[in-house]
């Protein structure tokens, strides 16, 4: 897993794609499939670059499309990255803006590489002869980078190539015999760099011409070092599972007894421009950590693909939540039910020759169905009080027809909402939750309105009756006084 911090973000990269953290929470995930998982972050951690020169926008997730150039490795700096770019002529290193014209490009001609002393007591450490430019395994080379400039390493020759803000590459010659060249820091004085060779690997710090000033002793690596606050830098002993830091100046174990682990071998290491925050990068997680009062302390140790399926999961069941999914509602056939109103209903009253609206509300309290029957009854329409006119439901109109004693109609357009469980269930917590809920119920509210036209004045019983017309629940009615003045 390729990582990244400047100690307030952090970036991690997998094969699925790029995880941006804030603390311990993944607050962004960018879907990136590679098998290959290159990752340059600028320094504010706004945006990042992977294979194929492709642009993440880590605050928005975007992607811009990359280029077709076959990139070998890449990293990120204030105006832009550093690329290793793979041509037909060989290999070009270029600094800038990826999609404009580069700022500075240079080829991989490796020309009178200063020999790297062996460091004393490390063993018979051989050396290689300087590689010519055909030579190269493109596939070996790595970028690594610091606040003093960036190095070019290749793993399997032992070549480090340093590049300044200002000249050309300068380039040196580690040992490889019987190891492997896993990484190397530009310092003020030199360089500081890392090899690998089960037990007896080490980190050296050397000077310009070639002197070994000092270096940790035997270490077994999986990742190179990297230079932190205050002359130390920071390196993974997998013979004792610790993250260790030196002294730049000496290579002395600064804290011999510190027992500051990982979860598993390291695969890369990254440090804040300030060297105060380092981040591990394992096989399916992050361990973060932070200077303080000169001692490095763990903050955590993540796994961000887990993180972020738990928050994920957290974010819906929030959204869930949020959206009343958590209330319990009825299932099956629908059915119809009274309001969870208590207001009163207006009185069913109005003068002869004239007209008569009945405002009510039907209340779904079942499952989810469609179209509704409306009949209505009583010795008010025997009597000829009123003359039914039509029904309203929802927006949906139907005329009322006289079938025999009753007067009814259908409306198959009315869609029903699946009911809600009332009193709520679970009973809401909060204000809030209490308004959502609220809104929810009234949105299995239907408004009813019944028109008629007034006939002669008197008194009597009016019923109407609605029911679905799916399934078999039992009709709901009212049944009220209607009086007629004249």
């Not at 590459?169 to 190891?179: F, S």
């Not at 606050?229 to 013979?239: I, K, P, Q, T």
């Amino acid at each position: 897993m390729r990582v990244w911090t400047n100690g307030t973000l952090h970036v991690a990269r997998s094969r699925r794609g790029v995880y941006v953290l804030r603390g311990t929470q993944v607050i962004r995930f960018i879907e990136a499939p590679s098998e290959e998982g290159l990752l340059a972050v600028t320094p504010s951690g706004s945006h990042a670059w992977v294979e194929g020169l492709r642009r993440l926008d880590l605050e928005t997730g975007e992607s811009a499309p990359g280029q077709s150039r076959e990139v070998l490795d890449i990293i990120g700096m204030a105006q832009g990255v550093t690329a290793l770019l793979r041509e037909a002529a060989g290999v070009r290193l270029v600094q800038g803006e990826p999609g404009g014209a580069w700022s500075r490009e240079l080829p991989l001609r490796p020309e009178a590489p200063t020999r790297l002393q062996a460091p004393a007591g490390m063993g018979p450490w051989g050396w290689a002869e300087p590689a010519l430019p055909s030579s190269f395994e493109p596939r070996g080379l790595v970028l690594c980078g610091g606040t003093q400039g960036v190095a070019v390493c290749c793993r399997r020759s032992g070549l480090v190539a340093v590049l300044r803000q200002e000249g050309g590459l300068r380039w040196y010659q580690a040992p490889v015999v019987g190891a492997e060249l896993l990484g190397a820091v530009p310092t003020e004085a030199g360089v500081l760099l890392s090899m690998g060779a089960g037990a007896q690997g080490f980190v050296g710090h050397f000077s310009g011409d070639g002197r070994c000033l000092g270096h940790s002793g035997a270490l077994q690596q999986s990742v190179g070092a990297a230079m932190l606050s205050e002359g130390r830098f920071v390196a993974f002993d997998g013979g004792k599972g610790r993250v260790k830091i030196f002294s730049l100046e000496d290579g002395q174990d600064l804290h011999p007894r510190s027992r500051l682990t990982l979860p598993s071998p390291p695969r890369d290491l990254g440090v804040s421009g300030d060297g105060r925050s380092v981040i591990f990068g394992c096989e399916d997680s992050v361990s973060i950590f932070e200077m303080n009062e000169k001692r490095l302390g763990l903050v955590a140790s993540i796994q961000p693909e887990s993180v972020l399926r738990d928050s994920t999961a957290k974010a819906r069941e929030k959204q869930r939540i949020e959206q009343g999914g958590h209330y319990k509602r009825p299932e099956g056939p629908p059915a119809l039910g009274f309001p969870a109103s208590k207001a009163p209903i207006p009185p069913w009253e109005a003068p002869a020759s004239g007209s008569l609206e009945l405002a009510l509300s039907l209340r779904s309290t079942g499952g989810v169905g469609q179209g509704i029957h409306v009949e209505l009854s009583g010795p008010a329409l025997a009597q000829g009080l009123v003359l039914p006119l039509e029904v309203e439901v929802a927006g949906q109109k139907a005329t009322l027809v006289q079938r025999g004693q009753v007067w009814g109609c259908a409306l198959p357009a009315v869609e029903l909402p699946q009911g809600m469980n009332f009193p709520f269930d679970p009973k809401p917590k909060t204000a809030e939750q209490t308004e959502k809920a609220q809104a929810l119920l009234a949105a299995t509210h239907l408004p009813l309105c019944v028109r008629l036209a007034t006939s002669a004045p008197g008194s009597a019983m009016l019923s109407v009756a609605v029911w679905p017309s799916q399934g078999s629940a039992a009709p709901m009615k009212w049944t009220r006084l209607l009086v007629i003045h004249g």
